[in-house]
């Protein structure tokens, strides 16, 4: 049975209006807002997004006040959200929407702000200025490859394209905001990618998937790459005492030359983070606490003298960024020699390193260390030890 995408507009329409959720970015049609939203919600689900995006919205009101503010503020205001490049690509579009004087409201004008896409464009493009261009992200990807029981990967080459081509066809060109929103929201609810609950679906009387039974053998997707493992001693080494407390850190660089294609080569996850503040580390291959330690000591000595010893272990901790799982071995070391700092390593205080942007494992990092350095527990030495 052909499709009638128009006919299947207006229930659309109806059910989104009826089962929207009442969500900040809803309501406003403000053009700045909305790309922060945008740009939030790549890769980050709506509730952790969420009081990122009141914070960020209350510290930076307008694309006049972000394009003031430092990097490293930008970055401390996004830092916990991860995928860093994002919020470095607002900082830009923020300065470009500063210069021109106004924001841009036309597809093109809004894709040429720094990392802007088609999907981003389209999104910003048709919810505030009401402009006919689809949104093609996953979840409509998703609602789209079932209501044509799409054979191919609809990712690429000919499914992809006619993906977009559906889609286009299906907005509704007078309401190409909500449409939009709603194709997004029903992806994200009843269309889920398991178990959709297709009789509550206003699309459900042309889904060719759920009249043949088969809504969840939909989209035919390309098997997942697989997730890499890394290991890391990290070296928390820190100088002075009480309110003189400091800890050696600096924000992570981006690679270059040699270095950033080893780094592709290794699949690691630092570019990404480029920016953030961090400590010292090694890369070591999977050999538990002995190896980890003697790589860290290995490192902290050639930082701090040879005569640096572990003060204490920290013990071992995992957290993933995309596809990498990574397993941390910290341990703290004190500094009693007072070397020169080579390759940017800097001392500085806890207090001052805490509001600086960090990523979610250094903040837990730390963490860890205020807590083995709390008076009383610095003897123990080995406080912490999570094995
Ligand atoms: Fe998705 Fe089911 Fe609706 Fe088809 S009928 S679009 S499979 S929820």
């Not at 490293?72 to 830009?92: C, K, P, T």
């Not at 070397?339 to 509001?355: P, R």
């Amino acid at each position: 049975m052909p499709l009638d995408l128009p006919t299947l507009r207006r229930p659309l329409l109806r059910w989104y209006a009826a089962a929207k959720r009442d969500l900040p970015w809803r309501r406003t049609l403000d053009p700045y807002s909305i790309l922060v939203s945008e740009l939030m919600l790549q890769q980050t689900q709506v509730k952790t997004a969420l009081p990122y995006y009141e914070k960020f919205l209350k510290r930076f009101p307008t694309a006049k006040a972000l394009a003031a503010a430092t990097e490293e503020q930008v970055l401390a205001a996004w830092a916990g959200l991860g995928y860093y490049r994002r919020a470095r690509f607002l900082h830009a579009a923020a300065k470009a929407v500063t210069a021109a004087g106004a924001f841009p409201s036309t597809i093109e004008g809004i894709r040429e702000l720094p990392g802007v896409g088609a999907y981003t464009a389209a999104a910003v493009g048709s919810i505030c200025f009401n402009l006919p261009a689809a949104v093609v992200d996953g979840n409509v990807i998703r609602v789209l490859a079932r209501l044509l029981a799409l054979e191919a990967d609809p990712t690429k080459g000919g499914g992809a394209q006619a993906i977009k081509d559906t889609a286009q066809a299906f907005l509704d060109p007078n309401h190409p905001g909500d449409f939009n929103q709603a194709m997004m929201e029903l992806g994200a609810s009843l269309c889920s990618p398991t178990k959709p609950q297709c009789p509550a679906c206003p699309l459900k009387g042309q889904c060719a998937a759920f009249l043949a039974h088969k809504a969840e053998d939909f989209p035919k997707l390309p098997e997942r790459a697989e997730g890499k493992v890394l290991y890391k001693s990290v070296v928390l080494a820190v100088r002075g005492k009480g309110a003189k407390l400091q800890v050696l850190a600096q924000p992570r660089k981006l690679a270059k030359g040699a270095a950033k294609a080893k780094a592709a080569e290794a699949g690691r996850a630092a570019d990404r983070l480029q920016g953030l503040w961090s400590f010292p580390e090694v890369e070591i291959t999977e050999g538990g606490l002995e190896m980890a330690e003697a790589a860290a000591l290995k490192e902290a000595r050639r930082l701090l003298g040879k005569q640096t010893d572990v003060a204490g272990r920290l013990g071992k901790h995992r957290h993933n960024i995309t596809i990498y799982d990574i397993h941390l071995w910290p341990f703290w070391f004190r500094d009693e020699g007072g070397m020169d700092m080579k390759g940017g390593w800097e001392w500085v205080g806890i207090a001052a390193l805490e509001k600086k942007p960090l990523a979610s494992a250094e903040k837990k990092l730390l963490g860890l260390l205020k807590d083995a350095l709390e008076p009383g527990r610095e003897e123990q030495g080995q406080l912490g030890l999570k094995i």
